[in-house]
Each structure stands twice: as C-alpha cells, then as structure tokens.
C-alpha cells in the first residue's frame, strides 16, 4: 500500500511540521503521520507565537528555511516587540495568532510541498532491525518502511488528562492519547518520565465586560517575524488585561481538596515558570492579586483565552472564580481548564543531532525532549528533520553553536544537562544573547542555510545586502564628523552634554540618548545618505556603533572558548579507563557522549580538573 520513505515523521504538532517540511525541502521522500488531519499545527494552548527568547528562536527558524514565522505572520491578529525599553539583546517580538487560521494556514503550506504525504494514523511502533530505526507500524496494522524516523508526539505518549477529581485519557481535550509507543522504547532500553502541563478556561466573549479591563493594544509601527516579504494583516486586534483579588483567591481553594496537584493524583513536574493559578496563590500567597491576559482566540470568533489562569480544579470551581475577577462577573464558559500528564524521555539520551543514541537513524523533538512551549518544539524539529536527510544521504550533519544561536543554545542544554521539569528558553540561558539578537538572526543563520540548500541564491543576498548597507553607514559615522554648532542643539534637546569641538558621528551614537536620525538633523548630507536604505539596515548600523565595545568583549570570550569547542572527542571514547576522572563525571561522560571538551565542561557534575584530566590525556 505505502512506498518506501526516505523520512518518517510522527506526529502533526509544530515540532513535526517543521520537521517534515525541513526533509522534503531537502529532497527526501517524507511521510507525516498525524492522529487528526483537522488538527494539524493545532496551538492547543496558547494562540500566539513567540516571546522572551521564544521570538528569537522563531526568527533563527525562518532565517533557516523554516515556516513557522510565515505562518505567524499571515495569521496574526496582534504584533507587540517585547522588551523595547531595554537593550537590543532583549527585545522578543510575539504575535497572538488566529487559531483556527494558523492551523489552516500549515497544512496549505504541507499539502503544497511535492516531496510531502500525509496519512492519519497513530503509530503503535518503531520497526527496529539490527539497532536501527527502519520504518513504523500503525494502529490500523500497516508497515510502513522508511530510512529514519523522526518522533514528535507531543503530550499524547499515555497522556492523561486531569480536571478536578475527574481524569481521562487524552493527548489534548477531545482527542486520544497515544499508547504503546513508550512500553516498545522502554523495552529498548529507553529511559523514560512523566511531565505535566495546563491549560485555562476559554470563555465566550460577548459575556465579558471589557469597560472593567485596561486595553492592551499591539506596536503601531508593527514588525514581524519572517525576513521574507510576507503580506500582513493590514489591522490589529486588542486584548485586555485584568486582575484576580481576594475572593478569587479564597474561591479557589475551596477546591484545593480537590486539586489534582495537591492530593498527588498528579505525579509528573509541571512546568515552573508558567504555573497553574492555584500553584501561583499557594506559592505567592503574599499577593493579594495576579495579572490576567484576556486574547482573542482569532479574527471573527467570540472565544477568549484567559491566559494566566490555566489549572485544573473542578469545573464548577473554575466558573465561581472566574466570575468574581472583573469583567467576568456574566462569564459563560466554552471549556473548563485542564492539566494534562504525558510521558517524555529524558534528552541526554540524545546526541546534539537530536538522533538517539541507542537506535540509529531515530530522532526526538519537541515536548517528548521535556521542552513547553511551540517555539522550541519547531526548533527541535526542524533540526531534526535536516539531521534525518543528512544521516540516510550520509552528508555532513548540522550542529548549531551555543555562540551562534538560540536553537544551539537549546538543544546544547537539553542532551548535555537533561531537564528534570518542563524546559523553556529565556534569554538567561544564553551567554552570548548580545550576539544572538532577533534582528541578526538572518546575519548568523541564512548562510548555514545556503549551504545546506534550504534558502535560495537571491534570499542569500538579500542578507548580504542588509549587511553591506549597515556596514556602508557605520563606516561613513567612523569617517564622518559633526561642527559643535550643528549637533548641540540635538543634544541639548535629549538631554546629552554638548561638546566643545568637532566630534565623529561614531563617537556621539555611542551615547544611549542619542539615535542615528538625530545625528541626520544635524547634518543634512548624513540625512541624504540615510533615506535610501530600510528601516531594518539603519538598525543594524545603530546597533553596531551603539555595542561595538561589547561585542568585541564576547567575540574575545568566544575566540577563548574556541579551542576547547573545537577538540572533539571520539564518540567511542572508553572514559572508563581514566582512574583519574571522579566517579560521577565518568558516569556523566558515559552517558552523555559529548562531541567536544566545550559539551563535556557544560557537563553537570564534570569539574574543571576532570576537564584539565582530559585535556592532558588528548594531549
């Protein structure tokens, strides 16, 4: 019935879409399995894209080839850039999507794919031959070949959902959990643990009263986050925030007896920086009030999502509490909230390819890593997907740097440290976050792209261009002064002390007060010069002149850390035999396999004399 695959992927999440559409764009015959064609690229939890580091991470997938930026900005209803009165480093844009639009929206960009087929099926089984992943098997008893594998069910492994005293099977509400997948890894010899996550009611719309809410509108000058010229939305949706209280409070923990994760029902780690309203009012019990985000779901429907109050008390609790926060006081409930328990397998099982280390040619991504979050399930799949096609067509295989992007920085920390909770991306978590910016990510990634044939010849240049343009202002502003005469008046208006005599423009955009269009008021030939180029090149100037002491700071840092991020380690390496290693870093070196001395000194557990021990052992 089936053909032969190049590439299997399993599951229809973000994770998987990525995946298979990385595979097919790199030529190889892809097969996607997905429990629900209707579902496909489905958010089940929140309708929007991006965020602290998470919209870094969607900008470095669509400067890659990736669809996800594409996809949220045809379907956006809202853009905010994040962050904007702090540095470069921290701006994140997030846009709140259409739900319904976003889904539809990755299944046109699938089903127009030539190397793509869809099949609606649950995988029951990973076909296994001499250690090495070599096809699936289905729920409805099909074999279906095929050279890799790529898993990325989500939270459907034996998902269980929980409301109240209430629990059922199910990956998501309304639809079934995946069985028989974990028994087959763990027999294999697969590590495997349990993770939880929530999510709010959604209520109608037309029985709120948003007189009661601050309005929170998106950016008027809107950004986005492909570097393609995708066509936008030509208007914007508000939301509105409100606030939980002391009744609210009190309300809720009339279920608390009640609460699946506080009787214990609930085993699986929840994720810690997005927890459930009931975990917030017991952890922070000091607050009198917490935040509450009321999004629109999409364009034309009245769903709302109450974001800030996921959790999985009683239904009737759920409702009560609502209605006491303002605004809500007439709220009619779609759909309670629900916290939802899935298996996962821990990543250090993984090597930095995202291919296991046990059977060949099998790869994870996305929440089955222990990762929330859509950002970093699309990251992990869509290097998944690549690592797939150049395994089977034995090419070089593709391994981003924790110095030259989010995603490195992810998957780095996911198969060198593990995660024992719900892991998600801050901007924290990468060291060299001033170079990993959301507006150079085009800059760090397009040409690694290029390579691999995932971007075209004429989107290459497009990048080359922007980086000549900005490169062509900074050295006019090096070259270039202002008389005194001319540019105090700009600095006296933004606060800036004047200076005495003539002063290079570089010099004076270092200052924090001053932008680069200042500078244009006080020299009309600068201002020329300016007016040709896009917004986003004149950015790309600013901030060059604006960091370029830090930067030479953490490309010093780098080059530092180069060597050792350079001396690879034999993958059969017998760390056994080292006596002078501590007991726990043999054990962690065993396990984790790293690639090079920079992963084994990231190594938990692994001190700087293992380290030095062996340095002196490599020579």
Known sequence: MFKKYNVIVVGGGHAGCEAAAAAANLG?????????????????CNPAMGGVAKGQIVREIDAMGGYSGIIADKTTIQFRMLNQSKGPAMWSPRTQNDRMRFAEAWRLQLEALPNLDIWQDTVKEVIVKNDRACGVVTSLGINI?????????????????????????????????????TEQLVSLGFESGRMKTGTPPRVDGRSLDYSKMEEQWGDENRGKFSFTDVPLPTKQRCCWITYTNKAVHETLKEGFEKSPMFTGRIKGIGPRYC??????????????????????EGWDTVEMYINGFSTSLPEEIQLRALRLIPGFENAQM???????????????????????????????????????????????????????????????ELLLKRSESYIGVLIDDLVTKGTEEPYRMFTSRAEHRLLLRQDNADARLTPIAHQLGLVSDERLEMVKQKEAGAEQLV???RNHSVAAEAINPVLLQQNSSPVSQKTRMFNLLSRPQLTIHDLAKADSDFAKILSPFTKEVIEQAEIKVKYDSYFEKELEIISKMKRMEDQEINPDFDYSGLVSL?????????????RTLGQASRISGVSPSDISVLMVHMG
């Open 475 to 477: 050295d006019y502003m």
């Open 275 to 296: 927890p459930s309203i009931e975990d917030k009012i017991n952890r922070f019990a000091e607050r009198d009030r917490h935040q509450i985000f009321v999004e629109p």
């Open 28 to 44: 190889s015959s892809v097969l996607l399995i997905t429990m629900n064609m209707g579902t496909i690229a489905q958010m089940s």
């Open 145 to 181: 070949d095929s050279d890799a594998v790529v898993l990325t069910n989500g939270t459907f492994l034996n998902g269980v959902i929980h409301i109240g005293e209430k629990k059922f099977g199910g990956g998501r509400t309304g639809e079934k959990a995946a069985t028989g997948l």
């Open 582 to 594: 501590s007991k726990e870093a043999r054990e962690k070196l065993i396990k984790v396999k790293p």
């Open 334 to 396: 779609y759909r309670p909230g629900y916290a939802i328990e899935y298996d996962f397998f821990p990543p250090m099982q993984l090597d930095l390819t995202l291919e296991t280390f046990r059977i060949k040619h099998l790869f994870f991504a996305g929440q089955i890593n222990g990762t929330t979050g859509y950002e970093e399930a699309a990251s992990q799949g869509f290097i998944a997907g690549i690592n797939a096609h150049q395994r089977i067509n034995d090419l070089h």
